[in-house]
């Protein structure tokens, strides 16, 4: 009798423990969730990411168009140089010319952009960089030294 009891209250532990083992069970999950639910909402959340970052990433970069240099006892005008991005830069060498007057950048047509006066730059910004910005856009142009010393150009496009 005494080993029947035995049997009895082993088996009833075991039930008991299975049963509290699969409500604990069953209680996680159901506050929690599948963990196979959990890791596919997070590759799914993932690549929702990955796509936001692809369609927001700027794709655009500084082009390298053409490079040349002026004198004022050799070529003064530039060849005709396409831009086809929205901004355009041209960077300048040398840099502690603070006698060159600058340059002046003309469209196709003959119309002066603009006149960059590198010495008035320098003197107010005596760490400034040989570049400067344009923001006129596509279209073909050229450029024009003003006296001074022998430069060399390079024109970049930002599409």
Do not use: C
Not at 48 to 67: C, I, M, P, Y
Not at 106 to 111: A, H, I, L
């Amino acid at each position: 009798m005494l080993r029947k009891k035995q049997i009895v209250t082993i088996v009833s532990i075991a039930i008991m423990s299975f049963l509290v083992g699969t409500t604990v069970n069953f209680v996680a999950a159901a506050i929690d969730g599948n963990p196979f639910d959990k890791i596919w909402q997070a590759i799914y959340n993932l690549q929702a990411r990955v796509t936001t970052l692809e369609g927001s990433t700027d794709t655009k970069t500084w082009h390298f168009v053409t490079s040349f240099t002026l004198s004022y006892g050799g070529e003064r005008v530039s060849p005709v140089f396409f831009i086809q991005g929205e901004k355009w830069r041209i960077k300048w060498e040398p840099l502690e010319v603070s006698s060159w007057p600058g340059f002046i950048i003309w469209d196709e047509n003959g119309f002066a952009i603009e006149w960059v006066q590198v010495n008035a730059i320098l003197a107010e910004h005596h760490d400034a960089k040989g570049i400067h910005y344009m923001f006129q856009g596509e279209g073909s142009y050229y450029i024009e030294h003003v006296p001074g010393p022998t430069v060399n150009f390079t024109i970049e496009s930002y599409h």
